[in-house]
Structures are given as structure tokens and as C-alpha cells.
């Protein structure tokens, strides 16, 4: 899970975040908005994403990667689009997250846009990218 | 009265760069303003994973494939499992046309990165109301 940077310095391997990125309800939006905050904003350099599309379009490159990289992925609906996708790819997911889920846990909160997140989604996006950043710290914590 | 096909649009939403959310975000002003009762759509990893009910999408909708970068995912993507798409968009062409920078950020989009993906929206729609005329 490690690479060598220079000699006797080593750098591990970013954790791969694939969200669904669905584009019907704000669900694949708010998993979208949480993978970005913690590969850029949270968690940068841990966490690194790719092109879910790129990724099924069976990019080599794309490949390699989720094979060789553990991979958290994010569903927005029960069509598990991104771990079925990530699985068909040979891909190693070692965790995943439904914004389903996070909804139940949050009965008050309501999301409903899906272009421009709302005061909802926004929320459900920053609690989600918390439970990612937390996840990713223990995937690195772990990696030798 | 002739009843016209309503058009899908397909957006690659990639995340690798702002050019994916703006193919995105340029996507759904169309679905849910330029165009509302007109378009229709697919989230393209369900479109790629989907069986014989998913592939049937372009089959029964004339599609317009928005790309964020020249690897034209969804127009491949498209014409791969379904068929060639009536029209595509390739946003990355689109900004270097008109001389604009793609967005710095790929999880929030500025103001000005706001009036890029409508103008995009604007080309869309356009191209939406050219194929239910040509249907």
C-alpha cells in the first residue's frame, strides 16, 4: 500500500473515494459534494477520486487503479451504482456508504435540490465527508 | 397534432475535474428549467451497469451526450451499449472556443463558472429543440 518516494522516504497510497455522482435526486449530489470536500478540502493527499464513467468505460489506467488502491465507495439509491460498478471493475472496495442510510440517521433533514446543494444537503454532505475522513484515516492508519 | 419525442441528455458528471461538474450542472438547467417538459435523463454509471432496460434508453430517446473532456465518456458510452447519439457536447472544446478558463474547484462553482454552465445550458437547449423539429 506504500510507494517509495526517494530513498528511505515512502509516501502511502491515497484512499480511492467513488461516489455515485446520480444525477436524478439531490442523494448522488450530497455523495458527490462529501467525496470532493475530503479529497480536497479535508483530507488531500489521503483521499484521490476518479471518474466513476472513465472507470465502467474500462479506462486501463482506471483499472489499475481501483485494483490496487482501497476503494471507499458511495451509493446515493439501492441501485448501487458505484460498488456495482467498482466490483465489476475488479476493484478492491473495502468500505461503502448509502446516502440512504445517512437519511435515516437524520430524519429531520429534507434535501430536495440537485444542481446546487441546499441548507439540507449541505449538511448531509459535511456529515457524510466527516464519517469518509474518519474512514480514511483508519484505511491509512492501517496500510503497512 | 404531432407529438414530439422528448430528447434525453446525458452528462458524464466526471469526477476528476470542474469540467465534470459543469457537463453537470449545465445538464440539469435543462432538465429542470430551459427545457423541463422536453428532455429526460440517466445517470450514466446506472446507463453503463444497466441491462437491456437502461441500454433501451437512446433506443427510445434521440440523446445528446455532454462531456466534460475529450475522452467523450458518455457519447461512448452511449453509442456502445444503445446507440450513437443524436447530438454531443464536448465542454472542454466549448471553453477553449471561447476563451475561458475551467472552474479551479470541482465541488463549487463561482459565479462566473454559474454563467459559463448556462451558456452551455443555452447551446443545449438549442440543440434539444433542433432535434424535436427534425423528429
Same mark, same amino acid.
Given at each position: 500500500?506504500?510507494?517509495? @518516494?526517494? /530513498?528511505?522516504?515512502?509516501v /502511502? ?5 467513488l461516489?455515485? !455522482?446520480?444525477?436524478?435526486? !439531490? ?5 458527490r ?12 493527499? /489521503?483521499?484521490?477520486?476518479? &471518474?466513476l ?6 479506462? $486501463? ?6 485494483a490496487?488502491? @482501497? ?5 446515493? &439509491? ?5 460498488k ?9 472496495? *473495502?468500505?461503502?456508504?448509502?446516502? #440512504? ?8 433533514l429534507?434535501? $430536495? ?5 441546499d441548507?439540507?444537503? +449541505? ?22 | 397534432? $404531432?407529438?414530439?419525442? @422528448?430528447?434525453? *441528455?446525458?452528462? &458524464? !458528471?466526471? +469526477? ?12 440539469? #438547467?435543462?432538465?429542470e ?9 440517466? &445517470? ?21 451526450? *455532454?462531456?466534460g473532456?475529450? /475522452?467523450?465518456?458518455?457519447?461512448? =458510452?452511449?453509442?456502445?451499449y ?8 464536448? *465542454? ?6 471561447w476563451?475561458?478558463?475551467?472552474p @479551479? ?5 463561482? =459565479? ?11 447551446l ?12
Open positions: 500500500m506504500s510507494l517509495r @518516494k526517494s /530513498k528511505g522516504d515512502t /502511502k497510497k491515497p484512499i480511492l473515494i461516489p455515485c !455522482s446520480g444525477i436524478g435526486k !439531490s442523494f448522488g449530489s450530497i455523495a459534494d462529501a467525496t470532493f470536500r475530503v479529497c480536497d478540502e479535508l483530507r488531500p493527499g /489521503k483521499a484521490d477520486t476518479l &471518474c464513467s472513465l472507470l465502467v468505460m474500462g479506462d $486501463k489506467e482506471a483499472r489499475n487503479k481501483v490496487s488502491s @482501497k476503494c471507499i465507495v458511495i451509493d446515493g &439509491c439501492p441501485l448501487a451504482c458505484s456495482n460498478n467498482v466490483v465489476r471493475s475488479e476493484g478492491n472496495v *473495502v468500505a461503502e456508504f448509502r446516502v #440512504m442510510d445517512l437519511l435515516r440517521e437524520n430524519r429531520g429534507k434535501p $430536495k435540490e440537485v444542481t446546487f446543494l441548507e439540507d444537503g +449541505e449538511k448531509l454532505a459535511k456529515i457524510l465527508a466527516d464519517k469518509l475522513a474518519e474512514k480514511v484515516d483508519e484505511l491509512v492508519e492501517e496500510s503497512p | 397534432m $404531432k407529438i414530439k419525442p @422528448k430528447i434525453g *441528455v446525458v452528462s &458524464c !458528471s466526471g +469526477e476528476c475535474c470542474g469540467l465534470g461538474t459543469l457537463s453537470r450542472v449545465a445538464t440539469r #438547467m435543462v432538465l428549467d430551459l427545457r423541463y417538459d422536453q428532455t429526460v435523463t440517466i &445517470c450514466l454509471p446506472l446507463f453503463l451497469a444497466g441491462e437491456t432496460q437502461e441500454h433501451g434508453f437512446a433506443k427510445e430517446y434521440p440523446t445528446i451526450a *455532454v462531456d473532456c475529450n /475522452k467523450h465518456c458518455a457519447y461512448k =458510452a452511449i453509442t456502445k444503445s446507440k450513437e447519439p443524436a447530438a454531443g457536447f464536448d *465542454v472542454e472544446a466549448l471553453l477553449k472556443e476563451g475561458v478558463e475551467e @479551479k474547484t470541482r465541488r463549487v462553482l463561482d =459565479a462566473e463558472n454559474v454563467e459559463v454552465a448556462k451558456r452551455i445550458a443555452e443545449l437547449a438549442e440543440k434539444v429543440d433542433e432535434i424535436q423539429e427534425a423528429s
